[in-house]
């Protein structure tokens, strides 16, 4: 492959400085859904947008303005100020100018942080651009299942061909669902060991008396119930890859076990007599941190070897519309996706990243076939956040991972506490007890005192109901019932006389 296949030829190139990011406007939705994903950089202090310019493109592809008729011929002025800061003028127009998913009618002022974080400039109720910065050029250097436009999603690609070509153990770090094991499986293609299966297991699914065996393999009689010779996962990936997920839920017993796999190769099954050796290649994940957690430092050192690090979807809003597109199978279901939901979409937060995304993409595109009109927080299994002009998305850090823990460390009056204060949302509870939501699913049908809607009687339900004055969440509450099982339960119940 030559390097011409990842560089955009343009003659902005000469103006792109590491340390003088350009202000970049990235189509997220457009009614053609082909232009969804074209950039356009801003080389001057001043940019005019509007149906006639700027001139945007996909990488080594045709430069083509905006051009739908619902936008203005006036020009929305984007003006880049000290500090970063970036001055947005609607035009004297009528057409509708909507930033961060609210209505402007004059100028507004967004830091250097804010468009870092992605700022969501709507334009005529129809075409949704994204500013944000860019360190480097629009490259076209596609993996299978890794997308994105940005800095970010270019920048992981070029790590993982890097990485790729050698035999070195990899860590990647993110949040749950930013697609740790889509980067895994794509190493693995990219490596010389592509040929060879890619062994896979959740550290925080093996039972801690047998995760040494299911790793190493075990001896005849090693262990109660140990009739046969076992194999483990190092010699079923020797000349191969092995992908360990939830590496920070390692039992503290195995963690120097893997240590010194990971530094001679040489590991001894349960109750053997010899050493063997494999040749694994080591990719880790993790959505803990590491260097706070009750962590062997030692292992730690030999598997950031090479460290991947996964942004949230929320620091790479650009690419949501690029992903949109995909999940929602390109030209079928997204040529009646309504703007409104895009935008929704793209102002999303997404804590749940790209795997929350999915979800929210099927449930919208099973909607859509069923000739229904999505309501976007009546589809998300959590709170609606409420969106502000110039607060919604500040350069705040989101606060620590939390350890995850295990449903037995739980109690009930925890669980009924997180409910709570979430307001009887899954997401937000799974979020405060630190474990995921399949498991928040599991402590409720275990829970004494929580039931599903159709378990409460009808009088109880309807003296609820007329108590709650018609909220929800009070409802929920009182009930003891999930939020948004509750809401599908109420919409299909007959209207009242």
Not at 147 to 152: F, T
Not at 359 to 373: P, V
Request: glycine share 8%; charged share 20%.
């Amino acid at each position: 492959m030559e390097l011409s296949d990842y560089t955009l030829t343009s003659p902005m190139s000469a103006a792109i400085h590491a340390d003088a990011p350009l202000l970049c406007l990235t189509i997220v939705w457009h009614p053609d859904t082909n232009r969804i994903g074209e950039q356009c950089l801003a080389t001057s202090a001043t940019l005019g947008v509007s149906r006639y310019q700027p001139l945007f493109q996909h990488p080594g592809q045709a430069l083509t303005a905006l051009g739908y008729s619902g936008i203005s011929r006036e020009n929305v002025m984007l003006v880049r100020g000290e500090q970063g800061s970036v001055e947005i003028h609607p035009p004297a127009s009528r057409m509708a100018v909507e930033l961060n998913g609210v209505p402007i009618s004059q100028a507004v002022t967004l830091s250097q942080q804010q468009i870092s974080a992605g700022t969501i400039l709507g334009l005529g109720r129809a075409v949704i651009l994204c500013l944000h910065w860019m360190r480097s050029l629009p490259r076209h250097n596609p993996l299978p299942g890794l997308l994105g436009v940005g800095d970010a999603a270019i920048r992981i690609r070029e790590l993982i061909r890097q990485v790729a070509i050698t035999d070195d153990a990899v860590l990647l770090l993110g949040e749950t669902g930013t697609g740790k094991e889509v980067v895994a499986r794509a190493i693995h293609a990219c490596s010389a060991r592509a040929a060879r299966p890619l062994v896979t297991v959740n550290m925080a699914a093996l039972n801690e008396s047998l995760a040494a065996a299911e790793l190493f393999g075990a001896a005849r009689g090693a262990y109660t119930g140990a009739l046969g010779t076992r194999g483990g996962l190092f010699s079923e990936a020797s000349q191969a890859t092995l992908f360990l997920d939830e590496i920070g839920n390692t039992p503290v017993a195995v963690q120097p076990m893997l240590l010194r796999v990971l530094e001679t190769g040489d590991y001894r099954p349960l109750g053997a007599a010899a050493d063997l050796q494999s040749s694994a290649r080591l990719i880790a994940a993790t959505d803990q941190d590491l260097y706070a957690e009750l962590f062997n430092q030692a292992l730690l050192r030999r598997l950031e070897s090479f460290v991947i690090h996964l942004p949230p979807l929320r620091e790479r809003r650009e690419d949501i519309g690029v992903l949109l597109l995909h999940l929602l199978g390109k030209h079928g279901d997204a040529l009646t996706f309504p703007p409104q939901l895009a935008s929704k979409f793209a102002n999303y937060d997404w804590p749940g990243n790209i795997r929350q995304l999915r979800h929210m993409a099927k449930r919208c595109r099973l909607a859509l076939q069923a000739g229904e009109q999505p309501d976007f927080y009546g589809l998300l299994d959590e709170r609606p956040g409420r969106v502000t002009l110039i607060t919604a998305r500040d350069a705040t850090p989101p606060p620590a991972a939390r350890r995850k823990k295990k449903l037995s460390e739980l109690s009930s009056e925890e669980v009924l506490a997180a409910l709570d204060d979430n307001h009887w949302y899954i997401q937000g509870a799974a979020q405060q007890l630190g474990i995921s939501r399949p498991s928040m699913y599991m402590l409720i049908e275990a829970h004494a005192q929580i039931r599903t809607p159709d378990q409460i009687p009808a009088p109880e339900m309807a003296a609820a109901v007329a108590g709650s004055g018609g909220h929800l969440e009070t409802c929920a509450a009182i009930l003891k019932t999930p939020s948004v099982a509750l809401r599908r339960f109420l919409r299909k119940l007959p209207p009242q006389p």
